[in-house]
């Protein structure tokens, strides 16, 4: 006999000792033998209740039984899988309840579901609708692994190899600018048939979660029905041999279908600049067939214009492109399957990154392509590579980026990027740190509507300032669409962008906002920009509603300007729709034959483009079309201050030095030529203020910003302000000395970097040496990692031998993974060294054979049995569980019965 809670017992301590006492204090006069009796009766009901209290259990031997079927559902179980589980699971069930044996169901895939007491055999995966066990305990999954073998390898045939240097075609032709995941038009991806949860199988889980699903009062077994294969989760064999209950393994086949897939790309993680490398591709299929296989070198597809099919042998298969590096510090590699008899698409891509040692690279973005070559050469000679692109060319994800130690923006305005170029631009300088340098220009600082952006929150500088009194006034309405179309995030953003105009006027300026939609209204009348807050607050409280006639709001900022005293007139006319007819044309003339400046902006395609358009070469202004609401806060900033006319100062001046710095030793700034402009900024307070104008504004300033640095030069670097300084013997060592402190400095001297993957964890080494070949010790390393949603994580590597310093990172989602690593050497030094991964298609989409062995090694140590029969589920074993009986209520009812007779010896006198 077991007891809950012995300690209740204990109350009989105190207690009798009271009823005597009472007892002995009565003043019945029933016949003493009757109290006696009475008391003896309390004293027992008084222990009943005192043991009923503390739980009494009589434990009896059963041979009860109860199975638990752990059942795999994911997406590694086809149809031919799912048809075996339901035929077993059919006759399990029938000979289970012949045999009376209690059956539970746990179906699987990346983590537990709920425990079901029926299963709805025929339903493939069926509905969770089945009860929850109250000690069902669900688990999450964890890290992965694969095991693979190779069947064959080979050297690629003449129509897919590649070699050399360039990204060019075999015959010497350019490459064609594909995307990686461009082809199969004709095929349609069956993501969608996919559910993302069942991408993974925890194994160790479901063994746990159906262990601890069990009563120990039942003779318990768990029937585990899986391929065996594990993308999650721990070790399944520890799992199952400390479980302590037999775990019996049912085999699944494998993927029957036609099935092809691309196992991985392979190249090493660094090497030198013209180093030759093999990129091997190696392909895996359950039987011999032909198609192609497509290489790709960043976004260009290399290799002959007609390849091609390519014989591949059922198991794994090889193939080896020589490549190099050139010009670069970063490439990735993809290859891609088409053409093969298939069943599974989302398994026919996958890519790898190559780092690359050599010079400096430096991505120079100018609108002005020609006018680049001065500083590109000056820093050639400087030994620094530079790589020349357009606005349209700004990197738009991490992996094209992080090929550049220092990113300079020439001339280059916020609404030529996106909100996400933006962003990216940030974390690289914060979180990977990489180096920004923006040169100034008529499209640059608050010309360019960098204000309240995150590039200008990179910035040392402020796109706004306060405007010069000599400045001529400005007065400007804004005409904004309010029909119902521009409801939600797009009202706000107009919202935010008319705040920010306002904002960016000075005290002399004035300012007035119109919203349209069937009519038009005056949300704020043209007033001076003294009492912004005011405006501001009006602005507030603009709703969208309504159709669109744009005309009647043209005309209103036409009747409030035309009396307006300032020098300079301009309206902001946008919209995203197509408005009601009017006299559009003649409007637009009405105010360039008052002195105003019209610009429009068109918000989305369903905008009247070429109205707007001409509209703003009538109105002397700029149109702007916005593809996106998120662009629209850029474009009025832009505006606003290109309007003002306020915000470049084009008197000559020479280069002041502010406060001297290393960085520039060696540059004699006293015999520096003249520059002949420069846009107008104030420096942020805590950023590091060098060379300033003669009129004290900033020339060039830097600070640093997250890990990485930025600096603003507010001049140009080439013939427009700059004429003279191209010809300036110090003007290559400047701009290389100013870059180089910019860029992010990768030492990669004595450090060697190992990134290998195995499921869903990546494992990061780092070895490093000083320069007398001693390991490094007690170094302060950290891993800052960037996933593809661009997420940030930093830890904190452990050293685990001499100079090795390692740490384990979870990549479960697909996509590229960017990696810094800063280590802190006890003589104060730093060094960093960037890392990519490219995680492709989930491992539970690979082509693996059932795992026999891991099914036999579960069922061993556990004492269960591999690959039974249905009917064998139900077989009554040699072994017994003790099953627990409450005592408390059968004690309770004799201490009620009891109870009763006492109460009746209290006022009944026998005697009598």
């Known amino acids: 006999m077991q007891w809950s809670d012995f300690t209740w017992l204990y109350l009989l301590i105190p207690a009798v000792p009271f009823l005597i006492w009472y007892h002995l204090r009565s003043l019945s006069d029933f016949p003493i033998w009757q109290k006696r009796v009475s008391l003896a009766l309390r004293i027992v009901v008084l222990g009943l209740l005192a043991a009923a209290l503390a739980g009494p259990v009589l434990m009896r031997q059963t041979d009860r039984q109860m199975v638990v079927f752990a059942i795999d559902r994911s997406e590694s179980i086809d149809q031919a899988a799912r048809e075996k589980t339901d035929t077993f699971l059919a006759q399990a069930i029938n000979a289970a309840e012949q045999a009376d044996v209690d059956v539970r169901f746990l179906e699987f895939d990346r983590e537990p579901k709920r425990l079901r007491d029926e299963w709805a055999v025929g339903n493939g995966q069926s509905e969770d609708n089945g009860q929850t066990q109250d000690n069902g305990q669900p688990e999450d999954g964890g890290q992965t692994g694969t095991n693979q073998s190779t069947d064959q390898v080979g050297d690629a045939p003449d129509d897919v190899s590649v070699s050399g240097d360039e990204t060019a075609n075999t015959d010497?032709?350019?490459?064609?600018?594909?995307?990686?995941?461009?082809?199969a038009d004709d095929r349609q991806s069956d993501d969608a048939e996919h559910d993302p949860a069942r991408r993974g199988t925890d194994l160790e889980a479901a063994v746990r979660t159906a262990i601890a699903s069990m009563p120990p009062s039942r003779v318990r077994r768990v029937v585990l029905l899986s391929d065996g294969n594990a993308t999650g989760g721990g070790d399944v064999i520890a799992a199952a041999a400390e479980g302590g209950v037999p775990v019996w393994t049912v085999p699944l086949p494998s993927r029957s279908d036609p099935e092809v897939q691309l196992t991985r790309v392979d190249a090493p993680t660094q090497v030198r600049q013209g180093q030759p490398f093999f990129v091997e591709v190696i392909v895996s299929?359950?039987?011999?067939?032909?198609?192609?296989?497509?290489?790709?070198?960043?976004?260009?597809?290399?290799?002959?214009?007609?390849p091609k099919p390519v014989k591949i042998k059922k198991g794994e298969n090889t193939f080896r492109f020589r490549q190099t590096v050139l010009g670069k510090r970063q490439e990735s590699f993809a290859a891609r399957l088409r053409g093969f008899d298939d069943t599974l698409l989302d398994n026919n891509a996958a890519e790898t990154v190559v780092y690359a040692q050599g010079r400096p690279r430096v991505l120079l973005v100018d609108p002005d392509l020609d006018q680049t070559d001065s500083l590109r050469w000056a820093l050639d000679e400087q030994s620094i590579d530079v790589e020349v692109r357009p606005p349209e060319g700004i990197p738009s994800d991490l992996t094209e980026i992080q090929g550049y130690e220092c990113l300079v923006l020439s001339n280059v305005p916020a609404t030529a990027m996106s909100m996400r170029q933006m962003d990216l631009i940030r974390i690289y300088v914060k979180e990977l740190g990489g180096g920004l340098v923006m040169l100034g220009g008529d499209q640059s600082f608050g010309l360019g509507g960098y204000y309240r952006t995150q590039v200008e929150e990179i910035l040392p500088v402020r796109s706004n300032f306060e405007k010069e009194r000599e400045k001529p006034s400005l007065a400007m309405m804004l005409v904004i669409d309010k029909s119902g179309s521009m409801g939600g995030q797009k009202i706000e953003l107009a919202k935010d962008a008319a705040r920010a105009a306002v904002e960016l006027l000075g005290p002399r300026d004035a300012i007035g906002v119109i919203a349209f939609d069937g009519s038009a209204y005056t949300v704020s009348e043209l007033r001076s920009t003294s009492d912004k807050g005011q405006i501001i607050d009006a602005i507030s409280t603009i709703e969208a509603s309504g159709g669109t006639n744009m005309y009647p709001g043209m005309v209103d900022a036409l009747d409030a300007l035309r009396g307006a005293t300032a020098k300079l007139k301009h309206v902001i006319l946008m919209t995203d729709g197509v408005s009601s007819p009017g006299d559009f044309q003649g409007a637009a003339s009405d105010m360039s034959a008052n002195r105003i400046t019209l610009?429009?902006?068109?918000?989305?395609?369903?905008?009247?483009?070429?109205?707007?358009?001409?509209?703003?070469?009538?109105?002397?202004?700029?149109?702007?079309?916005?593809?996106?609401?998120?662009?629209?806060?850029?474009?009025?900033?832009?505006?606003?201050?290109?309007?003002?006319?306020?915000?470049?100062?084009?008197?000559p001046f020479t280069a002041q030095l502010v406060r001297p710095t290393a960085v520039l030793e060696g540059i004699d700034l006293e015999l520096s030529p003249l520059l002949l402009g420069y846009v107008v900024t104030r420096p942020k307070p805590t950023a590091e203020f060098i060379l300033a104008s003669e009129a004290g504004d900033p020339l060039l300033a830097w600070w640093r910003y997250g890990l990485g640095m930025s600096v603003a030069f507010t001049s140009d670097a080439k013939n427009r302000w700059a004429g003279e300084w191209l010809a300036w013997p110090d003007f290559g060592p400047f701009w290389a000395q100013v870059i180089r402190h910019a860029m992010r400095k990768d030492d990669n001297r004595g450090v060697f970097v190992d990134v290998r993957r195995e499921g869903e964890t990546t494992f990061v080494s780092l070895d490093s040496v000083d320069q007398n070949g001693a390991f490094i010790e007690n170094a302060t390393t950290e891993l800052t990692m960037i996933d593809p949603g661009l997420g940030r994580q930093k830890l904190a590597m452990r050293q685990t031998a001499p100079g090795r310093f390692e740490a384990e990172i979870k990549t479960d989602r697909r996509g590229a993974y960017h990696l810094d690593l800063a280590q802190t050497r006890q003589s104060g030094s730093t060094q960093r060294s960037s890392r990519g991964i490219s995680v492709g298609y989930s491992d539970e989409l690979r082509l693996l054979p059932t795992a026999t062995s891991t099914l036999q090694r579960i069922a061993t140590v556990s004492g269960g049995r591999f690959d039974p029969t249905p009917?064998?589920?139900?077989?009554?074993?040699?072994?017994?569980?003790?099953e627990p009986m409450p005592l408390w209520p059968w004690l309770l009812m004799i201490a009620m019965s009891i109870f009763v007779a006492d109460v009746a010896l209290r006022r009944i006198e026998l005697a009598r």
């Open 285 to 306: 299929s359950n039987r011999d067939t032909e198609g192609y296989i497509d290489l790709y070198r960043g976004d260009i597809q290399i290799g002959d214009e007609d």
């Open 599 to 651: 610009s429009t902006v068109a918000l989305g395609q369903g905008a009247s483009e070429d109205l707007l358009e001409e509209l703003s070469q009538i109105g002397g202004g700029r149109y702007y079309f916005c593809d996106s609401p998120d662009a629209v806060p850029q474009v009025f900033a832009k505006e606003t201050v290109e309007a003002s006319k306020s915000a470049i100062n084009e008197l």
């Open 871 to 882: 009917e064998s589920i139900a077989e009554r074993i040699d072994a017994t569980a003790r």
């Open 172 to 183: 010497g032709t350019p490459g064609e600018a594909v995307s990686p995941g461009q082809d």
